[in-house]
């Protein structure tokens, strides 16, 4: 282990999912040095560049101090008073399911379960929803559909082992990129393994790829249920692994069997023999691993996507084995963390799901007799919910959906007529926050205390070299003040995240004889303090790799094909584009953080639209110009990126500027609120806009 300075504190990048170690040292002129920790196993001392600038975003300019209530600073006790007594008269008046949190990927995951426990433990509404339904739903409801559980099967060092690596809808070079800059080192130590980019911009990704699919948006179904069709007719299959552990095989190929490369090459866009290659190489590379991300989730048919992928790993036996298997990667610091308290309003707690056992075993181990009995409204639902007036009080925790939701425009009105909105938040005038009846000052990065789980299972601890500031306060305890107030102290006398750490990790080991996947029993006397990376499974006896026994966590055991019927190719109406959204290197979310230190503004300093040549031609639109985006839902005004990248009939622009920039770039306000049938994740990589100079 690297010996660090006294003063140094070993913490964890609250960006992306990668969850990369940072070293913070804060120095005698009130700076902090941040450099990657060398031993940290996701990144051994790397970091990018959002991460690397971790110490110039921590000014208190824009934070949220003092508790606010109408926009008058007040103290803590009237500010939790008012919210305990809003919230139980809500209740009272019109019933649980009348109110709502709404969380996010950047709590920590102690943080969550407190929330989660209040809202589905003790309040008895499921209306416990996150942002991470934006994020990994589809990935949680394939992985379920597969699995029986929501397992990420990968390691990052698969990727390393790994002879092909198939990126599907991942910008991994910019979304993330210590696993990208993994990757480059291996190929360069090993220039066999192959390098495949399924995506219909030719994004930065492209740079390492040996070869790059633009297909049309939403091709990837398609493309993989004619892989599985091409491995099953090429003898490409593990009968024994199919036999022993799968169940489905014959209907899942008796759907895929007309998907010839022809009927892919014309659902997709995509050259034949292109098509072929890649098939080719997937069909001769028993170390083949998929990663996949918002390309595949944020779709109308992301979880058939997933289980389009799956299907592939499963029928080759390319699962639970070193250097192969399907891997979502998370977009957030903590959506895996948040997954596994239960923060999807379809699950109840500790990836247990609201079946009769499963709500009996919480209500017990919580000692409630409150208990949600059912699902609770999931993000786009929620919102529209709020839009009838159904939604009486909402409280919405380190999130910026005025933003970040699709229609955010109606999200915006929603909540504008919400009778009672509270923010939580570091931020002081989020655009969400603007909105809300009381402001509550949240602790952030640097001055929390927790942990985090990234998309290799592997939990990290956040940990603080901040004093917390003003009177902000950590995320547990407000929501444990109100717990106490609303009547429910005795189930939220927490004195330390370690205590919520301690009580999480017993729920996820009760009553678990193997058949639930997570199970941390092995860290309830962990000693938090010092507690290493360490990735789950963690019971006493660990297995370490998941499904590595062939043994999944569906009743019988066994993985299931699931038959997936490619949906016909979207067709925006004539005169308008394929409108992606997404990410940029530099800025993350709404740019609350980001948007602090110039350097990363300098990248891409406004919000953009990138378009084909041809298209800019036809349109008139010179490059640099600027260009109104428009449809039913609204409009934007952005400057013209004229790149052959992205490909004819389709637009991309980046979701991170909002209001509170004054840049009208809001982007989600152009998103149709559509959304995948299982999984309920919106559609953000597929709206229709039309696109004219200004
Ligand atoms: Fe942070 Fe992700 Fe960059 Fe790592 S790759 S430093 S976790 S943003």
Same mark, same amino acid.
């Given at each position: 282990?690297?010996?660090?300075?006294?003063?140094?504190?070993?913490?964890?990048?609250?960006?992306?999912?990668?969850?990369?170690?940072?070293?913070?040292?804060?120095?005698?002129?009130?700076?902090?040095?941040?450099?990657?920790?060398?031993?940290?196993?996701?990144?051994?001392?790397?970091?990018?560049?959002?991460?690397?600038?971790?110490?110039?975003?921590?000014?208190?300019?824009?934070?949220?101090?003092?508790?606010?209530?109408?926009?008058?600073?007040?103290?803590?006790?009237?500010?939790?008073?008012?919210?305990?007594?809003?919230?139980?008269?809500?209740?009272?008046?019109?019933?649980?399911?009348?109110?709502?949190? @709404?969380?996010?990927?950047?709590?920590?995951?102690?943080?969550?379960?407190?929330?989660?426990? *209040?809202?589905?433990?003790?309040?008895?509404?499921?209306?416990?929803?996150?942002?991470?339904?934006?994020?990994?739903?589809?990935?949680?409801?394939?992985?379920?559909?597969?699995?029986?559980?929501?397992?990420?099967?990968? =390691?990052?060092?698969?990727?390393?082992? &790994?002879?092909?690596?198939?990126?599907?809808?991942?910008?991994?070079?910019?979304?993330?990129?210590?696993?990208?800059?993994?990757?480059?080192?291996?190929?360069?130590?090993?220039?066999?393994?192959?390098?495949?980019?399924?995506?219909?911009?030719?994004?930065?990704?492209?740079?390492?790829?040996?070869?790059?699919?633009?297909?049309?948006?939403?091709?990837?179904?398609?493309?993989? #249920?004619?892989?599985?069709?091409?491995?099953?007719?090429?003898?490409?299959?593990?009968?024994?692994?199919?036999?022993?552990?799968?169940?489905?095989?014959?209907?899942?190929?008796?759907?895929?069997?007309?998907?010839?490369?022809?009927?892919?090459?014309?659902?997709?866009?995509?050259?034949?023999?292109?098509?072929?290659?890649?098939?080719?190489?997937?069909?001769?590379?028993?170390?083949?691993?998929?990663?996949?991300?918002?390309?595949?989730?944020?779709? &109308?048919?992301?979880?058939?996507?997933?289980?389009?992928?799956? =299907?592939?790993?499963?029928?080759?036996?390319?699962?639970?084995?070193?250097?192969?298997?399907?891997?979502?990667?998370?977009?957030?610091? =903590?959506?895996?963390?948040?997954?596994?308290?239960?923060?999807?309003?379809?699950?109840?707690?500790?990836?247990?799901?609201?079946?009769?056992?499963?709500?009996?075993?919480?209500?017990?181990?919580?000692?409630?007799?409150?208990?949600?009995?059912?699902?609770?409204?999931?993000?786009?639902?929620?919102?529209?919910?709020?839009?009838?007036?159904?939604?009486?009080?909402?409280?919405?925790?380190?999130?910026?959906?005025?933003?970040?939701?699709?229609?955010?425009?109606?999200?915006?009105?929603?909540?504008?007529?919400?009778?009672?909105?509270?923010?939580?938040?570091?931020?002081?005038?989020?655009?969400?926050?603007?909105?809300?009846?009381?402001? *509550?000052? !949240?602790?952030?990065?640097?001055?929390?205390?927790?942990?985090?789980?990234?998309?290799?299972?592997?939990?990290?601890?956040?940990?603080?070299?901040?004093?917390?500031?003003?009177?902000?306060?950590?995320?547990?305890?407000?929501?444990?003040?109100?717990?106490?107030?609303?009547?429910?102290?005795? !189930?939220?006398?927490?004195?330390?995240?370690?205590?919520?750490?301690?009580?999480?990790?017993?729920?996820?080991?009760?009553?678990?004889?193997?058949?639930?996947?997570?199970?941390?029993?092995?860290?309830?006397?962990?000693? @938090?303090?010092?507690?290493?990376?360490?990735?789950?499974?963690?019971?006493?006896?660990?297995?370490?790799?998941?499904?590595?026994?062939?043994?999944?966590?569906?009743?019988?055991?066994?993985?299931?094909?699931?038959?997936?019927?490619?949906?016909?190719?979207?067709?925006?109406?004539?005169?308008?584009?394929?409108?992606?959204?997404?990410?940029?290197?530099?800025?993350?979310?709404?740019?609350?953080?980001?948007?602090?230190?110039?350097?990363?503004? &300098?990248?891409?300093?406004?919000?953009?639209?990138?378009?084909?040549? &041809?298209?800019?031609?036809?349109?008139?639109?010179?490059?640099?110009?600027?260009?109104?985006?428009? =449809?039913?839902?609204?409009?934007?005004?952005?400057?013209?990126?004229?790149?052959?990248?992205?490909?004819?009939?389709?637009?991309?622009?980046?979701?991170?500027?909002?209001?509170?920039?004054?840049?009208?770039?809001?982007?989600?306000?152009? #998103?149709?609120?559509?959304?995948?049938?299982?999984?309920?994740?919106?559609?953000?990589?597929?709206?229709?806009?039309?696109?004219?100079?200004?």
């Amino acid at each position: 282990t690297l010996s660090v300075a006294s003063t140094t504190t070993r913490t964890t990048c609250p960006y992306c999912g990668v969850g990369c170690g940072v070293l913070a040292t804060p120095q005698a002129d009130g700076s902090v040095a941040i450099a990657g920790d060398p031993d940290h196993p996701a990144n051994f001392g790397r970091l990018c560049s959002k991460g690397s600038a971790l110490g110039e975003t921590l000014s208190l300019d824009g934070r949220l101090l003092y508790p606010e209530s109408d926009g008058a600073r007040v103290t803590w006790d009237e500010a939790l008073e008012r919210v305990a007594s809003t919230f139980k008269r809500a209740i009272t008046e019109f019933g649980p399911n009348s109110v709502a949190f @709404y969380g996010s990927g950047q709590l920590l995951t102690e943080d969550y379960y407190v929330a989660n426990k *209040l809202m589905k433990g003790f309040i008895g509404s499921g209306n416990m929803d996150t942002n991470s339904r934006l994020c990994m739903a589809s990935s949680v409801a394939g992985h379920k559909r597969a699995f029986g559980s929501d397992t990420v099967p990968g =390691n990052y060092e698969d990727l390393e082992l &790994a002879d092909l690596i198939v990126l599907v809808g991942s910008n991994l070079g910019w979304c993330h990129p210590v696993l990208y800059q993994r990757i480059v080192k291996a190929k360069a130590e090993r220039p066999d393994m192959r390098i495949v980019l399924i995506d219909p911009r030719r994004t930065v990704s492209a740079d390492i790829a040996d070869l790059h699919l633009p297909l049309q948006s939403d091709g990837d179904a398609a493309l993989f #249920v004619g892989l599985l069709a091409h491995l099953a007719n090429a003898g490409v299959t593990a009968p024994g692994f199919i036999a022993d552990h799968t169940s489905g095989v014959d209907a899942a190929l008796l759907v895929a069997e007309d998907w010839t490369v022809a009927r892919v090459a014309t659902a997709t866009g995509v050259p034949e023999h292109a098509i072929a290659l890649f098939y080719d190489w997937f069909a001769r590379t028993e170390k083949t691993v998929t990663v996949y991300s918002q390309g595949v989730n944020q779709s &109308a048919a992301g979880t058939d996507k997933v289980n389009a992928i799956v =299907n592939c790993h499963l029928l080759t036996g390319r699962i639970g084995r070193p250097g192969m298997g399907p891997f979502s990667v998370t977009g957030q610091p =903590n959506a895996m963390g948040g997954r596994e308290v239960g923060g999807l309003a379809n699950t109840l707690a500790a990836h247990m799901d609201f079946s009769p056992d499963a709500i009996d075993r919480v209500g017990r181990f919580w000692r409630s007799d409150s208990i949600a009995t059912e699902p609770g409204l999931k993000a786009v639902d929620l919102f529209a919910a709020m839009g009838r007036g159904e939604i009486k009080a909402i409280w919405i925790m380190a999130t910026n959906p005025v933003d970040s939701m699709p229609e955010a425009d109606m999200v915006k009105a929603a909540l504008a007529a919400c009778p009672f909105v509270v923010v939580s938040d570091m931020s002081a005038r989020t655009d969400t926050g603007v909105t809300a009846h009381v402001r *509550l000052p !949240a602790a952030g990065w640097g001055e929390k205390d927790g942990t985090v789980t990234n998309s290799e299972r592997r939990i990290s601890r956040q940990r603080p070299f901040l004093a917390l500031p003003g009177e902000a306060r950590p995320d547990w305890w407000i929501v444990s003040e109100v717990a106490r107030r609303m009547g429910f102290g005795d !189930a939220f006398g927490y004195a330390s995240p370690a205590d919520i750490f301690a009580e999480h990790s017993a729920l996820t080991g009760f009553e678990n004889d193997g058949s639930r996947d997570l199970d941390l029993s092995g860290l309830i006397e962990a000693d @938090y303090a010092s507690l290493a990376p360490t990735q789950w499974p963690v019971r006493r006896a660990s297995r370490a790799r998941m499904f590595g026994d062939g043994r999944f966590f569906t009743p019988d055991r066994k993985a299931r094909f699931v038959p997936v019927l490619p949906p016909p190719p979207f067709a925006p109406a004539p005169g308008r584009f394929i409108f992606n959204t997404g990410r940029v290197r530099d800025h993350w979310h709404t740019m609350t953080r980001t948007g602090k230190t110039p350097r990363l503004s &300098a990248h891409y300093a406004e919000p953009f639209v990138e378009i084909h040549p &041809a298209d800019a031609d036809r349109l008139n639109i010179a490059r640099a110009s600027l260009v109104r985006l428009s =449809n039913r839902h609204g409009s934007v005004v952005v400057r013209a990126l004229v790149t052959d990248r992205q490909r004819r009939g389709h637009l991309f622009s980046p979701m991170h500027w909002t209001d509170q920039f004054a840049s009208n770039g809001r982007i989600d306000a152009l #998103v149709t609120a559509k959304v995948d049938p299982f999984s309920s994740q919106p559609a953000l990589k597929m709206a229709e806009v039309e696109a004219e100079p200004v």
